[in-house]
């Protein structure tokens, strides 16, 4: 009995101390505040912020009132007037500074280089760059033209002569500033002049003709008398001698001539044709056959007639003559070849070597050529002797 009663007493405990424990609980939720849920609260800030946003930003500043993230916030002042509110929200993008651009350095644009129809430079530099100068200066040319202006289409001041000595005031690239003993100024291409002493070449003599023996009417040479060539109508075979009026054949043949010529013979004969001023007769003939042997003789050129006549770029009518042209040539030709061959007869210096017309050596030497190197012995037989200074002894 004792038992069941003390039972009872626990359960009405357990009882009350559940109700205690459910009536502090809900007095807990009654004194608590009410907490808005954060993702309401969100919501709704965010939408007061739009519409703030919307009322006092225009479009352009709407950027500035954007947290990014890591950054901290900051609440924008609102305020009646765009404009302070505008200034007084910062920037949270901050604005690039321009990087200023270079200034290009212009590039000298080069000249071009122009040349006439011989291939003689025109001047490309600017007169007034022209670099100063007061030198003495010689004409190593045949001949010269002073020009107003450095161009070979420019007006001719004057004309100036191998030897002729020149002041020299200023210099391009091709061409030179020069003034006259006269007090004459123009150009004059650079290539044409020397710095050192040229010497006026010596003066041409008249060459006398040689004296021939004037054929008898009556009197025909026979072969076997005149020695020569052997006529023949073969077009490789030795060329006839074709005497005229004027240059009948001569007998006056030394004996050490054979009766029968070689084929360089011939050969050195139709060079001497080709290559001679025939006005001139004789003595441009001669010429021609002498500066054919000074080479033969020369250390630097080949020891045989054929050998320097046919050598590359020396004469440009070994072709011709060694294709058997012309059939036929004078008797001046043939006593010249004769006695320059045979008999070792000579009319300029062992020193002079080489020739050229007058025009063909004014173009050589503006263009630099061969020429340009050499000494003028004389102009003579339309034609310009030249040697080299190391050759004259």
Not at 247 to 270: G, I, N
Not at 315 to 331: E, H, I, L, R, V
């Amino acid at each position: 009995m004792g038992m069941i009663r003390q039972h009872r007493i626990l359960s009405g405990i357990t009882a009350l101390l559940v109700l205690l424990t459910f009536a502090v609980w809900i007095g807990q939720n009654w004194l608590r505040p009410e907490t808005p849920d954060p993702a309401l609260t969100t919501t709704a800030s965010t939408i007061h912020d739009t519409v703030e946003l919307d009322s006092q930003y225009t479009m352009p500043d709407r950027h500035k009132a954007i947290v990014e993230p890591g950054e901290a916030v900051i609440t924008p002042l609102l305020s009646p007037e765009p404009a302070e509110s505008t200034a007084a929200l910062p920037s949270t993008t901050p604005s690039a500074t321009p990087v200023p651009t270079a200034t290009p350095v212009p590039t000298a644009t080069p000249v071009p280089i122009e040349t006439d129809a011989n291939g003689v430079y025109q001047e490309n530099r600017p007169i007034e760059d022209f670099t100063v100068d007061n030198s003495t200066i010689y004409i190593k040319a045949f001949n010269a033209n002073v020009r107003v202006l450095p161009r070979t289409d420019a007006a001719v001041v004057v004309k100036a002569a191998m030897g002729d000595r020149l002041t020299r005031t200023g210099y391009g690239n091709y061409w030179s500033q020069v003034k006259t003993a006269q007090g004459e100024t123009g150009y004059v291409l650079t290539s044409l002049i020397s710095t050192t002493i040229i010497y006026k070449p010596a003066p041409t003599s008249t060459p006398k003709p040689s004296a021939t023996p004037n054929p008898s009417p009556t009197s025909t040479p026979k072969p076997s008398a005149t020695p020569g060539p052997v006529s023949t109508t073969e077009p490789t075979a030795a060329p006839t001698i074709n005497p005229s009026a004027n240059e009948p054949p001569t007998s006056d043949a030394s004996p050490t001539e054979p009766a029968e010529h070689s084929d360089e013979f011939h050969l050195f004969a139709r060079i001497i044709s080709l290559e001679g001023h025939a006005p001139s007769g004789y003595e441009s003939y001669l010429s021609v056959a002498t500066v054919i042997m000074n080479q033969v003789a020369h250390k630097y050129y080949p020891n045989t007639v054929t050998g320097v006549v046919s050598y590359p770029g020396r004469f440009s009518t070994y072709a011709t003559a060694a294709s058997g042209k012309p059939a036929t040539y004078s008797s001046t030709v043939y006593q010249a070849a004769a006695d320059a061959y045979y008999h070792g007869k000579r009319n300029l210096p062992s020193y002079v070597i080489a020739f050229i017309t007058p025009d063909a050596y004014e173009r050589n030497v503006a263009a630099g050529g061969s020429f340009s190197k050499m000494e003028v012995y004389k102009i003579a037989y339309n034609a310009v002797w030249c040697y080299y200074a190391r050759d004259v002894s």
